[in-house]
């Protein structure tokens, strides 16, 4: 069991109407880094995911109705606890996702500011007059909350993940019921004690621990009283479930898989690309659907920028995210770990050669090497695919347009990244690059005030900024007649 200041933050069942659930069968929560069991958490089923949806739509009348005022009161009391209780939810993530110390901390303050944004933002869901073309009519446009929103969520970021939609949602006046990933449900877990310790009424905020994704899938995308689904994960999961949404015609929102290009133009300040992928490839072992992909580097500046990127990757700390100094934890499982290994060696298979790494670790566990590889074309599989680990992938290229090309030859478009000091390539790249977020001298793009999605089969919908709260509301016409002017 993980020691914590606080270890009532540590639950074990799921959390369905203010209560805390068990179930006959129970599944366990491992380390990444060694597989020792965490904990066993209650394996929840398809009856319990329904149960939580009927609470949900029992007190969605009284949470909608609620002043926005005091929904962001309540909200910010949940933000307040998630900081006061940042070490302890880092602890948490660190231990069953793997990603180190600093890393986990940095999650809970960006997922908290999910939180503290929306509560602010649920007291500025404005309407609209809008002029009639007849003098006896007035028009006007309000907006209300969808209802209950369900919602999966991904093993990569298992606190941001949620905070992001849960946040925007109840800012908007809809109940919620969340299905984690199973390898990290503990986040989920200890966010929904926190926001019954912040006063978040009974039924608002679900969270349904359970390994039978097909049929608790099932339940939030074809339940009649689930009026929005949500989902972060790949882009095959999102087509099925998407389609299973169909049969209500829910309002949907996807995040899905991304294929970053990180484009390195001769006129680029070096030193600040480099760090800037160092930020964007290796943060939380390259586990991210924003990471850098592939890496065009223009070709007069290859060869200084490689050298650059291999010193510093150098630099990189592999081991337990729980230890001083590590910058890179393991993978999340023997699965994904055997992935990147496959894909790395069929890329050399294919004439690509390796620069630094290239292999599984020697020190046990789910970790890779940080690695890089030169010589790769945007045809082959490690260019094609979200390798999803530590590995940089060098591409060189020769010209704007050619790069242009290559970055947007993907079937999906979340984020990409480029490096240039001339203004104007800076507004035409940017302009021409087909992706929903673009990262222009800096690696790092996300922010609670900022809209995050994509494009393409990257998905569609927007979590964060004042965008958010867009996929919760419903808007309602209301034509006002038989008035006297």
């Not at 069968?25 to 939580?52: H, K, L, Y």
Request: glycine fraction near 10%.
């Amino acid at each position: 069991m993980i020691s914590l200041r606080d270890n009532q933050l540590i639950k074990q069942g799921s959390f369905i109407n203010g209560q805390w659930h068990t179930a006959d069968e129970c599944f366990s929560v491992t380390n990444p880094v060694n597989g020792d069991v965490i904990t066993d958490v209650a394996n929840a089923g398809v009856r319990d995911v329904q149960q939580a949806v009927n609470y949900a739509q029992a007190v969605f009348p009284s949470w909608s109705g609620m002043t926005a005022e005091n929904r962001s009161k309540l909200m910010r009391r949940w933000f307040e606890l998630m900081m006061q209780h940042q070490d302890d939810l880092a602890i948490i993530l660190t231990s069953e996702q793997g990603k180190p110390l600093t890393e986990a901390k940095g999650e809970i303050a960006y997922g908290a500011s999910f939180i503290e944004w929306f509560a602010e933002e649920a007291k500025r869901v404005y309407g609209d007059s809008i002029p009639s073309n007849d003098n006896d009519k007035r028009i006007i446009v309000i907006k209300q909350p969808v209802g209950v929103v369900g919602a999966v969520t991904p093993w990569n970021f298992p606190n941001a993940m949620i905070a992001r939609k849960a946040a925007a949602a109840l800012a908007a006046g809809c109940t919620f019921v969340v299905r984690p990933a199973t390898q990290t449900p503990l986040s989920a877990l200890a966010m929904a004690e926190l926001a019954k310790r912040a006063g978040i009424p009974d039924g608002v905020f679900n969270v349904v621990t359970g390994d039978d994704a097909k049929g608790m899938g099932k339940v939030l995308t074809e339940h009649p009283d689930v009026a929005k689904f949500t989902f972060t994960g790949s882009t095959e999961v999102g087509k099925s479930l998407m389609a299973q949404s169909a049969s209500t015609l829910k309002k949907i929102s996807m995040e899905l898989g991304g294929n970053a290009p990180f484009i390195v133009f001769d006129d680029a300040d070096i030193d600040a690309a480099v760090q800037g992928l160092i930020e964007s490839k290796y943060r939380n072992a390259g586990q991210t659907c924003v990471c850098t992909n592939r890496i065009f580097i223009h070709r007069s500046v290859k060869q200084s920028f490689s050298d650059k990127l291999m010193q510093a990757v150098s630099q990189l700390t592999l081991g337990d995210g729980m230890d001083d100094g590590v910058d890179i934890g393991p993978l999340i499982s023997r699965d994904a770990l055997q992935k990147v290994s496959n894909l790395v060696e069929k890329s050399l298979e294919q004439g690509a050669t390796v620069l630094m790494g290239g292999n599984i670790s020697d020190r046990g566990g789910n970790f890779y090497e940080p690695t890089i590889i030169d010589n790769v074309n945007n045809d082959m599989a490690i260019a094609r695919e979200e390798i999803f680990g530590p590995v940089s992938i060098l591409i060189e290229f020769e010209s704007e347009e050619q790069v242009i090309h290559l970055a947007n030859n993907v079937n999906v478009g979340l984020a990409g990244y480029f490096y240039s000091q001339n203004i104007a390539r800076v507004w035409r790249v940017a302009e021409k690059l087909e992706f929903g977020m673009v990262g222009i001298n800096t690696g790092l793009i996300s922010n609670a005030s900022a809209p995050f999605g994509g494009i393409k089969q990257s998905g569609f919908g927007r979590e964060g900024s004042k965008y958010g709260l867009d996929d919760y509301l419903n808007i309602k016409y209301l034509c006002m007649g038989d008035i006297e002017t």
